[in-house]
C-alpha cells in the first residue's frame, strides 16, 4: 500500500514494457522512473524481465490479487462492526430514519402484566396534561380491547377525542392501532407496540409510522413525537417498575 502510495507508480497497469515505453507521458524523468519501478519491484507489485539490454517490467496480478482480498476482507470487518454497533439499542433506544420512530423500553414485569398496563390500565399512567387533546381539561384515557375498539380521551364535560382504531388486538404480544389525536382521520399515522420476554422483564417495542400522511408538517411531526414519546414511555416504565 505505501508502495502504491504515489500516484506515479499507479500508472504502471500494463505490460510487459521497457522503462523508456512506461516514461512516456509521464512528468518525471527516466531515471526516476527507474527509482519508481524499483519500489513496485521490492514491494513484489511488478515483475523485472530482462530481455537483450533492456529490462522490461510488468504488474504482478497474483500480488494485486493478494492486495484486493485484503481490502475487501477490510470492509467485510468493518462493516460488519459498524452494522453491530448499529443494532446495539440501549434500555431507552430509538431509531428515527426518514418515515419511521421505533422506541423500545424494558420494564420489570412479565408480558401479560406489561400488556394489561399499557392497554387497560393506560389511563393510571398516561401524561394526559402534557400529552392530550384537551390538556388540563382532560380526565381519561380509553382503550377498548378489541380490534376496531376506540382509542380516545374524555374530558372534564364528558366531550370525547378519538386518538385512533385498533387495527391489531393479539394480547399479550401485539397492539396496533390508527393515531390521528385531533386531527382527521385522513392524516393518522399507525403504531404498533410489541411485547417479547427479556431477562429483566418485557420488552416492549413501539413502532409509528405512516408519517408522509402529514404533507409539510412531517419533519416538524417527527422532531416532537420524537422527544413525546420518550417522555410518554418514561411514565410507563415509571409506572410498570413500582
Known sequence: MTALADPTRRTVREGPRSVGEIALGLPVSRPAVSQHLRVLKQAGLVRERRQGTRNFYSVDGDALAELREYFESFWEDALAAFKEAAEKESPMSQQTSEAVIRKSVVVRRPVEEAFELFTTDIATWWPLKTHSVADKNAETVVLERRAGGRFYERTLDGKEHLWGTVTVWEPPRKLACTWHPGRDEETGQEIEVVFEAH????????????????????????????????????????????
Open 199 to 242: 431477562d429483566d422483564g418485557t420488552l416492549v417495542v413501539l413502532t409509528h409510522t405512516g408519517w408522509e400522511k402529514r404533507g409539510s408538517e412531517m419533519a416538524d411531526a417527527m422532531a416532537s413525537y420524537d422527544r413525546g414519546w420518550e417522555k410518554v414511555l418514561g411514565f410507563y416504565v415509571g409506572a410498570a417498575n413500582n
